[in-house]
């Protein structure tokens, strides 16, 4: 029955039970559709987190970073989610081991509740997956859920559009990367972090981007600052700019819209992630080779093959959804 286990993980994960979210969270890693109806029953629970996003190259500082931003918002009690993305691995559940051992001094904090992401899926399917965790831990009562995810194209654009405040931590040396990045990145950042500011070229780092072009008129301007999160020196100055991000999105009315922003990017993945099986299952059966042997032999156009397909699409989407209801 699985609409009484989707049920009754939803209420535990309510009253705060941490075993029962890890659970979830792992069904929404498979793709299972008891989490679908988890997730729909905890939407409205949800709503009173702050969604913070670090991205940045491999190896920049990111989980030294979270550690730190850990241990400052600790002190003021509160309570934190954290979401490790590892794109690169398929294991469930596994963490990057690094992140671990850096991460371990918080394991036994029952305020803090760290999981690590992967899934066999594409990036949509990873940015869902986080989508999903973030809204689990919003509804446990986590205060804050610092996402984390290594820097690879479409993942770290989806993410940094699904926080409410996104990080982009570089490190010394970063000039040239800034050059190749993804655009629609640098425009979405709120806060540039220099880490390894004990480097050499820290400040020149620092100073090429705030000579960044001046955005909207009115619009948040990012701030740029220099950390060493082995030291842990500017990681307090971070925090309070993490924190003035937040009550500038509240007094604007504008965190709605990053919700909105995020709700959004969870429905069009499911809708492009759906459309993608369908046209796999086309190539199982053979007729997408059928399409294009008829293509290849003159004898038909490879427009009203693409149209072929489009008109098959209906009748996948009643064996996806197991029969129409409406009838056709
Ligand atoms: N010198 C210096 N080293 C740092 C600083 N911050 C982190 N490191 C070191 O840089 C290495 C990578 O740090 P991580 O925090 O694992 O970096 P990351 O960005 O999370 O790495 P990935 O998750 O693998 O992408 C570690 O050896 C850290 O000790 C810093 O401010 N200065
Ligand atoms: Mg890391």
């Known amino acids: ?94 963490a990057v081991l690094g992140d671990r051992i850096r991460m371990q001094q918080h394991s036994a904090d029952p305020a803090v509740f760290i999981r690590s992401l992967a899934t066999r899926g594409g990036t949509g399917g990873l940015a869902r997956a986080a989508i999903g965790a973030i809204r689990i ?32 931590v570089m490190a010394p040396g970063a000039g040239d990367e800034i050059q190749t990045m993804k655009a629609g990145i640098l425009e979405t950042v709120h806060i540039f972090v220099v880490n390894k500011a004990d480097k050499e070229g820290a400040d020149q780092l620092k100073i090429y981007l705030e000579a960044m072009p001046e955005r909207r008129p009115g619009a948040w301007r990012p701030s740029v600052l220099l950390t060493d999160a082995l030291s842990g020196r500017g990681v307090e100055r971070l925090a309070a700019s993490i924190q003035r991000h937040h009550e500038y999105l509240e007094t604007g009315g504008q965190i709605e819209e990053r919700r909105r922003e995020r709700a959004k990017l969870e429905l069009l993945t499911l809708v492009t992630d759906s459309l993608k099986d369908m046209v796999d299952r086309f190539d199982e059966d053979d007729y997408l080779n059928k399409l294009l042997n008829d293509f290849l032999a003159g004898k038909t156009g490879l427009h009203s093959a693409y149209l072929k397909i489009i008109e098959r699409l209906p009748g996948e989407l009643d064996k996806t959804s197991g029969g129409g209801k409406d009838g056709i």
């Open 1 to 94: 029955m699985p609409h009484r286990e989707s049920d009754s993980l939803a209420a535990r994960v309510l009253q705060g039970d941490i075993r029962a979210a890890a659970r979830l969270i792992t069904l929404i890693e498979e793709d299972s559709p008891q989490a679908f109806d988890a997730l729909d029953l905890l939407h409205r629970h949800t709503g009173k987190a702050h969604v913070v996003g670090i991205t940045g190259a491999p190896g920049v500082g990111k989980s030294t970073l979270t550690s730190g931003l850990i241990d400052y918002f600790r002190r003021y009690n509160a309570t934190l989610g954290i979401i490790a993305i590892d794109p690169t691995s398929a294991i469930s559940g596994g």
């Open 137 to 168: 831990m919003d509804a446990l009562g986590k205060d804050i859920i610092l996402v984390e995810t290594v820097g690879s194209g479409q993942l770290e654009t989806d993410i940094v559009k699904a926080a409410d405040t996104s990080l982009l």
